[in-house]
Structures are given as structure tokens and as C-alpha cells.
């Protein structure tokens, strides 16, 4: 199994700055067929189901504020929040897919404000 | 857009058999270009993937529980559900219906989640 990990467990970040949150698989993700990361990250407020923020490590899906970014390839990813407003107020998820149909997901990291 | 709901007992005793069904509405179940899926979180934790199914019933279940799952398909009634057998107490959970898109390989399409607690 791809073993998902997340960095920091919870982080607290004033309004109006920055937020990044690290999510390491404990293989690589990227098809070398396609040069695309089998990742997807996910935002989820208390009592909700996951969203579905960004996929292939670095794709919007459609309606989501373009201050959530992803980046990174291989085994190394990121996620910001580049200007964190109070509704960002969540867990977030990474996910691969890499080893479709058996998906796994990080265990969360939880954002604050400050 | 496509919406899924949930629904099912919320209590089950230790030993039988959970059972869930997802209503899709919005689109068509035999559309094609989503695998219909279910994932739970336990209280307080992460997400697990339990499996899905294609409209033509093909089905791929987390090894994990492969034993003990079975998921199926009434493309009639635009539902699908879930079974899961010989629960214990490590089965209460959030159980999650939601849609696996092919394009983005992404769970894109969430229920809002039925908690399903396992007690006698």
C-alpha cells in the first residue's frame, strides 16, 4: 500500500497570511507515461463531507478560490492557502490514486486561525 | 450536478450485517465516467475507502474488508448500496457515498455522511 503522510498535525496562521501544508506518499505518485501526479487534496469543514479542492496535484476544480494551490511531484507535495480567510477553517486531506483502485488518504491537517 | 444521499440504520449490533444505499440524483448511475464508492471516517480520524462499483457492476472493494464487503447497483432506481458483514464495534464510523470521476481520478461528489454505530 501507498502510505500517505502530512505535515504539521494542526498549524494556526493569522488572517490574511500564509498556510502550507506538506504531504509526502511513501512512494512516487507520478506515471512517468503521462508526467502526471496521482494527487488530490481535500478540504473538510466539521460536520461535512470532504470537498474536492484541487487533483493531479496541481488542478482547480472548478469553483475553488484560486488562494488554494498544489504543487510538488514524485513523493513531496504542497498545498497553500496563500491568503487564509476564516472559511478556510478545515482539515485537509491529501489522496493518491496512483495505485487505483486502492486509494489512500493522509491522515489530515488540521488549519486555525491564530 | 449530481447529488447523493444516504440512508440506512444508524445502529447495528455487533455481529450482523450493516447495510447502506446511496440515491443518486442529478444524473444517471449508468452514465458512465464515475465509479460510485463508499468511504468512511471513523469518529474523529481519517478516511478509509471501502470499494466501488461501475454502472455495469464492477466492482474493486479495499482489501481490508474485501472479506466482508459487498457492493452492488440498481441502475433502475439510480442507487447503489453497501453491505457489510459481521460488523464490530471498529465499524462505527461516518460511512460516505461519493463518485470517483475517471478524468480526475478525484472523489468529486460527496453525500453528507450517515453515522452507522455498532452496539448492542
Known amino acids: 500500500d501507498i502510505v500517505m503522510t502530512q505535515s504539521p498535525d494542526s498549524l494556526a496562521v493569522s488572517l490574511g497570511e500564509r498556510a502550507t501544508i506538506n504531504c509526502k506518499s511513501s512512494?512516487?505518485?507520478?506515471?512517468?507515461?503521462?508526467?502526471?501526479?496521482?494527487l488530490a487534496w481535500y478540504q473538510q469543514k466539521p460536520g461535512q463531507p470532504p470537498k474536492l479542492l484541487i487533483y493531479w496535484a496541481s488542478t482547480r476544480e472548478s469553483g475553488v478560490p484560486d488562494r488554494f494551490s498544489g504543487s510538488g511531484s514524485g513523493t513531496d507535495f504542497t498545498l497553500t492557502i496563500s491568503s487564509l480567510q476564516a472559511e478556510d477553517v478545515a482539515v485537509y486531506y491529501c489522496q493518491q490514486y496512483y495505485s487505483t483502485p486502492l486509494f489512500t488518504f493522509g491522515p489530515g491537517t488540521k488549519v486555525d486561525i491564530k | 450536478q449530481v447529488q447523493l444521499q444516504e440512508s440506512g440504520p444508524g445502529l447495528v449490533k455487533p455481529s450482523q450485517t450493516l447495510s447502506l444505499t446511496c440515491t443518486v440524483s442529478?444524473?444517471?448511475?449508468?452514465?458512465?465516467?464515475?465509479?460510485w464508492s463508499w468511504i468512511r471516517q471513523h469518529p474523529g480520524k481519517g478516511l478509509e475507502w471501502i470499494g466501488y462499483i461501475y454502472y455495469s457492476g464492477s466492482t474493486y472493494y479495499n482489501p481490508s474488508l474485501k472479506s466482508r464487503v459487498t457492493i452492488s447497483v440498481d441502475t433502475s432506481k439510480n442507487q447503489f448500496s453497501l453491505k457489510l458483514s459481521s460488523v464490530t464495534a471498529a465499524d462505527t464510523a461516518v460511512y460516505y457515498c461519493a463518485t470517483w470521476e475517471v478524468s480526475s481520478g478525484a472523489f468529486d461528489y460527496w453525500g453528507q455522511g450517515t453515522l452507522v454505530t455498532v452496539s448492542s
Open positions: 442529478g444524473g444517471s448511475i449508468s452514465s458512465g465516467g464515475y465509479y
Open positions: 512512494q512516487s505518485v507520478l506515471y512517468s507515461s503521462n508526467n502526471k501526479n496521482y
